[in-house]
């Protein structure tokens, strides 16, 4: 049984520069047989794992013991047993741990956001998925591109580190801040490329939303007549990437009840700040 999680490790910056060395003897000896992948910051230690059979708690907690200075936090996701959860471990205790079933919902249920310009030119369509509890993935386009993105919170603060695709399934840029403050953009060097499984859920993810939602210009055109034929009935510029007629109408139809710009979103209050951290850095260029 394969086990997706991801290993936070924050505190004081002397202290975690001893246990990154630590970690990475810890992880040479304890995943044989599954995959780590690192990704620290400029203030935390992050690493992502695939784990088979279960978590090595008791490791991470030794770890924990010799460096009390640090929080570890676990997050997982089983999808095998139906569960993802998340633990905290300090000075060797886990002082909190929580565990959730995953809910199976379609892939079209996934919170979406749609917006465009008065002229009906795509502005911003984002779907997302809740990976972890501070994790979400997606896919995101506008009229002339597209991305899939990652974005994490580190538990208990506002530090938020955005990672995006450029062409390639690895990611190449990231952002780096908090809420209500500003995002500093970087590159990736060298990019990491998205493991298998990670890749194959976000272009299934992509490819349903794009199926409902979105038509490009550069499709055959036996399949994009009836649109190219309703854009020119009503107007509108035909770009890269466009909203399909059915759904363009919905949203103009709610410009009309005063909504600017005009859009149309699932997205629940608690994920409000993802799709505005994505207008804000990566689709303002």
Excluded at 47 to 54: A, C, F, R, T
Excluded at 156 to 178: C, K, L, N
Excluded at 193 to 215: G, M, Q
């Amino acid at each position: 049984m394969l086990i997706h999680a991801s290993v936070t490790v924050s505190g004081e910056r002397l202290a975690l520069i001893a246990c990154e060395a630590r970690m990475r003897r810890l992880l040479s000896a304890e995943f044989l047989k599954g995959e780590a992948t690192e990704r620290h910051g400029e203030e935390v230690l992050r690493y992502d794992l695939k784990v088979e059979g279960g978590i090595p708690f008791p490791a991470f907690a030794d770890a924990s013991r010799e460096f009390p200075q640090v929080r570890f936090v676990v997050e997982w996701v089983n999808v095998a047993a139906g569960q993802r959860g998340s633990a905290t471990i300090v000075d060797g205790r886990v002082v909190t741990q929580e565990a959730d079933p995953i809910a199976v919902t379609e892939s079209s249920e996934h919170p979406i956001y749609v917006s465009v310009a008065e002229d009906g030119v795509l502005r911003l369509a984002l779907t997302v998925l809740r990976a972890g509890r501070e994790e979400w993935r997606g896919y995101v386009l506008t009229a002339t591109r597209d991305a899939l993105i990652r974005v994490t919170r580190l538990p208990g603060t506002d530090a938020i580190e955005f990672y995006a695709t450029v062409g390639s399934p690895e990611w190449s840029v990231v952002w780096r801040g908090g809420l209500g403050s500003q995002f500093a953009r970087g590159e990736v060097t060298p990019p990491v490329p998205l493991d298998k499984a990670e890749f194959s859920e976000l272009d299934a993810l992509a490819r349903d939303f794009v199926a409902s939602w979105i038509w490009f210009s550069s499709s055959p055109e036996e399949e994009i007549a009836i649109e190219r034929e309703r854009y020119a009935r009503h107007g509108f510029p035909v770009t890269d990437a466009n909203v399909r007629s059915v759904k363009l109408k919905r949203i103009l139809d709610a410009s009309i009840a005063g909504v600017s710009p005009p859009a149309y979103s699932t997205m629940p209050a608690d994920d409000q700040w993802v799709k505005d951290l994505v207008l804000k850095t990566w689709a303002a260029g």
